[in-house]
């Protein structure tokens, strides 16, 4: 018997004794007939934090006061404000403050990260990605573009993983099975950490273990798993990763993004296009000709930062810091796990209605169910819409929740699915 209730009082409960619960306050809700609505769209875009309108007007009032000289007189020093984001954005992602970089947008740091390791040899046998058949499309486009970029084929040079028959995940052993069967002819494995679609979270030391061994590189679209899952990319040993700050960070759309070069590549001849801005800081302002890389992360970095964008995202990043991604994960796998028994319990009443295709396993999944509906899924995401629910639609037939730990309840878990026991 389950020790979930399908009661106000208890959901209210569970959020009484969340030590989380307090973060919840420090966003703005949009709002239906006059109350908070059900923000479960958090992996699209996460809410934006009340203390956003203060960081970006202190940057704006230095702007108005300093002028260029922002760049060394503001609060926070233009010229080295990325860097203010280095050591909390280490911690969120598991690294060393070496191997992470803020800059750019999440598929430019894709092709920046493609370039360095995507080189297959001109005439060789080492030419093929590998990933997941559904990645999220951006990163479709950047593989075979990148592939057609070295002369290559894309119908023959990108691989793309299909679950079994009558599945909707991948396993990990049919995965690291398809890489040693790949063998020499790979080139690099790259995955979402978690699959845009259907909340799966892979195995990311695994896949990098099997990678190495077959002599590919690897990396990880982390779109959907940064400010999701407890992430140890330094650990787990994956050569890159790249992820963007306006889902689960709550940065702001198109919010600055992220990018994660291991350890064992720094200071290396690692193959990149270059621009000033990763040119050694110690000497960027000489103007030099020849390129003088930054013996960490930064070396990818081409361009200045941006800093309004950084504004919000350093408010975000401190918020991450206060709660802790192992708390965070914590309550996540409590949360998600709440609305997974309340929807299976809808469903179950319902001639099996929905169809939760996320993993349940919480070592497979982060904030995120994604529903498969048997019947007029489009009417009842409308009517949900209509009451006051804010979550995603894919089609054909395929409905998107996220409760983010951050800021969402186990109340919201309980609104959630009453509202949609009444759309049915």
């Known amino acids: 018997m389950s020790a979930y209730q399908n009661t106000l009082d208890f959901a209210r409960a569970l959020d ?15 709002q239906h007939e006059g109350k908070p609505v059900v923000y479960f769209a958090g992996n699209s875009l996460g809410l934006q934090p009340k203390a956003a309108a203060a960081a970006l007007k202190q940057e704006l009032d230095d702007w108005a006061t300093f ?8 609060k926070h020093p233009w010229y080295s404000y990325h860097e203010e984001l280095t050591a909390s954005t280490a911690r969120l992602v ?3 403050p070496e191997e992470v970089v803020v800059m750019n947008q999440l598929t430019s740091n894709l092709h920046f990260l493609l370039v360095s390791f995507y080189r297959p040899p001109h005439g060789g046998k080492r030419v093929k990605i590998l990933c997941e058949q559904r990645p999220f499309p951006s990163d479709t486009y950047a593989f075979a573009s990148q592939i057609q970029f070295h002369d290559l084929d894309p119908k023959t040079c990108l691989v793309e993983m299909v679950p079994r028959s009558g599945e909707h995940t991948l396993r990990t052993e049919d995965i690291t099975q398809k890489i040693a069967e790949l063998g020499d002819e790979l080139a690099l494995v790259c995955f979402g950490a978690v699959n845009f679609l259907t909340g799966q979270a892979f195995d990311i030391r695994a896949i990098t273990e099997a990678a190495h061994k077959a002599g590919a590189n690897v990396g990880f679209d982390l779109a959907h798993a940064a400010g999701n899952l407890h992430l140890k990319l330094h650990d787990d040993g994956p050569d890159f990763a790249c992820w963007c700050s306006y889902k689960y960070l709550n940065s702001g759309p198109g919010g600055v993004a992220g990018a994660f070069v291991h350890q064992r590549h720094l200071g290396k001849d690692l193959q990149r296009f270059a621009g000033w801005w990763g040119h050694d800081k110690k000497e960027r302002f000489k103007m030099e000709r020849e390129f003088k890389p930054m013996p960490t992360a930064e070396a990818l970095a081409v361009s200045n930062a941006p800093v309004l964008p950084m504004a919000v995202h350093r408010v975000a990043l ?7 991604m192992e708390r965070l994960r914590a309550k996540s796998i409590q949360l998600t796990g709440y609305l997974r028994w309340l929807i299976e319990g809808i469903s179950a ?3 099996s209605i929905f169809n939760i295709i996320t993993p349940s396993d919480p070592a497979n999944n982060g904030a995120q169910l994604s529903i498969l509906v048997n019947g007029d899924g489009r009417s009842i995401f409308k009517r949900i819409t209509e009451r006051g629910v804010v979550c995603d639609w ?12 951050m800021y969402n309840s186990f109340e919201d878990a309980f609104r959630f699915a009453a509202l949609l026991q009444d759309c049915i």
């Open 318 to 324: 401190e918020q991450f810091d206060r709660a802790g």
């Open 67 to 74: 002028g260029v000289e922002g760049h060394f007189n503001a």
């Open 94 to 96: 598991g690294a060393l």
């Open 16 to 30: 009484a004794a969340d030590p989380l619960r307090d973060f919840r306050n420090e966003f703005h809700f949009p």
């Open 349 to 351: 009443a319902n001639g």
């Open 394 to 405: 894919r089609e054909p037939n395929v409905l998107r929740m996220a409760p983010v730990p």
